[in-house]
């Protein structure tokens, strides 16, 4: 009961345009804030606007924290200065905080807004352990995919595929190398799209890997 009229407090709150939320107590935001982000992340992120990190809580995960709360809120602006903050001047991060960085990212891109999307993927490539920068370059090849900008899409495609630390291709590296043969064959490159689709029919054993390598080699071949 308290956390129900707790929370409608603070809708009433956001409510009064009057309120300058400057003069209220940081704690109090706060707990303001956590108690809409589930429900109003919109509201959320305006009692949270400039606060610093929580005692006890490092700034990259106050930074995951804002991003996450911004991308329901459907504010990728806000989202993107968020960790980009979190990143700034932290050379050494972990590949949890990248991880779920990257997921923030990914919900981003439901938004529509590839380029953000796009500039934070790049930034957290740099600061990615192998197999994160594997599924980043997968991710920007899809961006630049959904962009039309085939021949980059397929060069980050195959970049991921350069990364993989197995000798014998795993699963990821076969979706990469088929998503590169069909944006080869979309940008007008059709003997390196001939080359990628021939190496998959060798190496892979899915069967709809198999049936679409066929049938774009039949088409190359009319």
Request: a positive charge; zero cysteines.
């Amino acid at each position: 009961m308290r956390a129900t009229k707790l929370h409608r407090t603070a809708l009433r709150l956001f409510d009064d345009s009057a309120v300058d939320l400057a003069t209220i107590d940081s704690r109090a935001r706060l707990a303001l804030g956590e108690l809409v982000e589930s429900t109003a992340p919109a509201l959320a992120l305006r009692y949270w606007k400039g606060l610093p990190p929580p005692q006890g809580v490092s700034a990259h995960e106050w930074a995951l924290k804002l991003a996450a709360v911004a991308g329901r809120a459907a504010d990728t602006e806000m989202a993107m200065l968020a960790l980009k903050t979190g990143l700034a001047g932290n050379p050494s991060v972990s590949t949890e905080f990248v991880q779920r960085a990257r997921l923030v990212v990914q919900d981003m891109l439901a938004t529509g807004r590839l380029d953000h999307a796009e500039g934070l993927f790049e930034t957290l490539l740099p600061l990615a352990e192998s197999g994160q920068r594997r599924q980043i370059l997968f991710d920007l090849a899809r961006i630049h995919e959904a962009m039309g900008q085939h021949p980059v899409a397929a060069d980050y495609y195959l970049r991921s595929v350069l990364l993989a630390e197995s000798v014998a291709p795993d699963a990821l590296a076969l979706q990469a190398r088929l998503a590169a043969a069909l944006s080869l064959r979309r940008a007008g490159y059709a003997s390196d799209a001939r080359a990628q689709f021939e190496w998959l029919l060798k190496h892979t054993k899915d069967p709809v890997q198999k049936e679409v390598a066929h049938r774009e080699l039949a088409k190359l071949r009319r």
